[in-house]
Every structure is written in C-alpha cells, then in structure tokens.
C-alpha cells in the first residue's frame, strides 16, 4: 500500500505563486514515477506534471509549462510541484499519484489510468 499526503494548496493572487507537497509512504518510493493531476469543478481531471523515478525526466501539460515546474527528493520521500504565475484557469484541487509498476528509468506517464496511488488532493483558488 502507498499513501500519498498533499500539503501547500490555498487562495493566491493571480500572477502569484505556490508550492504543492506530496508526501508518500512506502519504502519503494524511490522507484515509482509520479505525477500530479487537477480537477476543477464542472471538468473532468487532467494531467498538469510528472516526473520519472530518478527525476531525470518530466512532462508537463501545455497549459503549464513554462509556469510549473515538478521535482522530487527520494531521501524525503516527497514531490512538489511549484507554481508560478498563477491564473485564475489553475483553480482545481490537485492530487498526486504514484506509478508502482515496473518502469525504465526515464518513464512517466501522462495518462490518469497509468497511475495506481491517489491522494486526496489540495485545493488551489486563483481568484479572478
């Protein structure tokens, strides 16, 4: 079982910035891609940033990049997902998620479906 803890969402100016944590448990953390997803109300969920098991590699969705930038520190068994220049477009509550198969060391997935581990998400308000 993998639990995932998110931490740092809130009510930020447009044009501000945020910092998202996701603590996991588990000892193999190490190896599992994550990534993070948001749903804003009325939408369905979408994949925002992911990140490979050795952090070498990351993806981002077009909406983000540029603004958002995903890391990870296995040691704290945590990601984050930083936020700049927010919009009012960004409010959703964001959820990480954990990818516990086997995958090379460059892998991350875009796809909610790829993802077997969810937290319970931390909401992010952009007021317009």
């Known amino acids: 079982q993998v639990q995932l803890v998110e931490s740092g969402g809130g009510l930020v100016q447009a044009g501000g910035s945020l910092i998202l944590s996701c603590a996991a448990s588990g000892r193999s953390f190490s190896v599992y891609a994550m990534g993070w997803f948001r749903q804003a109300p009325g939408k369905e969920r979408e994949f925002v940033a992911a990140?490979?098991?050795?952090?070498?590699?990351?993806g981002y969705a077009d909406s983000v990049k540029g603004r958002f930038t995903i890391s990870r520190d296995n040691a704290k068994n945590t990601i984050y997902l930083q936020m700049n220049s927010l919009r009012p477009e960004d409010t959703a509550v964001y959820c990480c998620?954990?990818?516990?198969?086997?995958?090379?060391?460059?892998?991350?997935?875009?796809?909610?479906?790829?993802?077997?581990?969810w937290g319970q998400g931390t909401q992010v308000t952009v007021p317009s």
């Open positions: 998620a954990a990818d516990i198969r086997y995958r090379t060391t460059t892998y991350y997935a875009t796809d909610a479906h790829e993802y077997d581990y």
């Open positions: 990140i490979s098991w050795r952090g070498g590699n990351t």
